[in-house]
């Protein structure tokens, strides 16, 4: 049990998920908003939890690449059913841009990380997957954040993180970027040695407590 979620509600939305059953998520998710979840447990204890099971059937070729496809799908339409909360924080000000790092398709963490900046009073633009670095470059020039975030969770995707980490640090030498993401279980975690201002935050635990020190 983690919070609100019990292994029960934790079944029923994963069976619900596999066999694609979309009315079913929002209901329950609904539910648990109604009920004041926090929106770490939301989207750990019960998004992150069922899609690393969803890969981990799909690994073991339990489910296939449909199913997964279904699943991720449908649990980015459910990161939707958390705006009313999430743009509801008193803003300060403060400009957030978030982005998977070129050739990185996974894009679900680095949405959450988005969210967890917009609940915490932050202005967030989230660029999904797979940006070229002279794109975001432009962006950056463009929107002026206080913060970037890159997530990868792919490991042979460390260089273009180190790539894209040459030229931000090239043309915006002082701006604090913080990375995420599943790649750095297989390594590169001592990446703040080599780049100055380069935070590695391994949970959304640590984003928060990260935004919240100011
Ligand atoms: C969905 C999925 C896909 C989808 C992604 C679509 C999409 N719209 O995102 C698609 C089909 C594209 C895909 C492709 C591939 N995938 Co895939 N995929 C997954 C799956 C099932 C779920 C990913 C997910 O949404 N996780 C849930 C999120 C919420 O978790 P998260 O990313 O870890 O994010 C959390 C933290 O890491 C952190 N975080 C993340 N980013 C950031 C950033 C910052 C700044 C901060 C502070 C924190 C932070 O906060 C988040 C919330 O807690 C995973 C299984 C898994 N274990 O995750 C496999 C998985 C990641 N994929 C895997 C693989 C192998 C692949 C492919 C190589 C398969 C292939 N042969 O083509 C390709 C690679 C594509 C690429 N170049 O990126 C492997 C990776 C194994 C490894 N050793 O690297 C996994 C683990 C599956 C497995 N069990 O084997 N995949």
């Given at each position: 049990?983690n919070?609100l979620?019990?292994?029960?509600?934790?079944?029923?939305?994963?069976?619900?998920?596999?066999t694609?059953?979309?009315?079913?998520?929002?209901?329950?998710?609904?539910g648990?908003l109604?009920?004041?979840i926090s929106?770490?447990?939301?989207?750990?204890?019960?998004?992150?939890?069922?899609?690393?099971?969803?890969?981990?059937?799909w690994?073991?070729?339990?489910?296939?690449v449909a199913?997964?496809h279904?699943?991720?799908?449908?649990?980015?339409?459910?990161?939707t059913?958390?705006?009313?909360?999430?743009?509801?924080?008193?803003?300060?000000?403060?400009?957030?841009?978030?982005?998977?790092?070129?050739?990185?398709?996974h894009?679900?963490?680095?949405?959450m990380a988005?969210d967890?900046?917009?609940?915490?009073?932050w202005?967030?633009?989230?660029l999904?997957?797979?940006?070229?670095?002279?794109?975001?470059?432009?962006?950056?020039?463009?929107?002026?954040?206080?913060?970037?975030?890159?997530?990868?969770s792919?490991?042979f995707?460390?260089?273009?993180?180190h790539?894209?980490?040459?030229?931000v640090?090239g043309?915006f030498p002082e701006?604090?970027?913080?990375?995420?993401?599943?790649?750095?279980?297989?390594?590169?975690s001592?990446?703040a040695e080599?780049?100055?201002?380069?935070t590695?935050?391994?949970?959304?635990?640590?984003?928060?407590?990260?935004?919240r020190?100011g």
């Amino acid at each position: 049990m983690n919070g609100l979620i019990s292994e029960e509600i934790y079944d029923v939305y994963l069976q619900a998920l596999l066999t694609g059953e979309r009315g079913q998520c929002v209901k329950l998710v609904n539910g648990l908003l109604e009920r004041k979840i926090s929106l770490y447990d939301l989207y750990v204890h019960l998004f992150q939890r069922a899609m690393y099971q969803v890969g981990a059937l799909w690994e073991f070729n339990q489910i296939s690449v449909a199913v997964e496809h279904l699943a991720t799908a449908i649990t980015e339409g459910l990161l939707t059913l958390v705006y009313p909360l999430i743009f509801a924080a008193e803003h300060n000000g403060k400009k957030a841009v978030i982005s998977c790092v070129a050739s990185e398709y996974h894009q679900l963490g680095g949405k959450m990380a988005a969210d967890f900046f917009e609940l915490n009073g932050w202005d967030s633009y989230f660029l999904g997957a797979n940006t070229p670095p002279e794109e975001l470059l432009k962006l950056l020039q463009d929107k002026k954040p206080d913060l970037l975030g890159l997530s990868l969770s792919i490991y042979f995707n460390m260089d273009s993180l180190h790539r894209v980490l040459e030229q931000v640090r090239g043309s915006f030498p002082e701006l604090p970027v913080l990375v995420g993401g599943q790649a750095f279980r297989w390594g590169g975690s001592d990446i703040a040695e080599k780049y100055p201002a380069v935070t590695y935050l391994p949970t959304l635990i640590d984003l928060e407590a990260f935004i919240r020190k100011g």
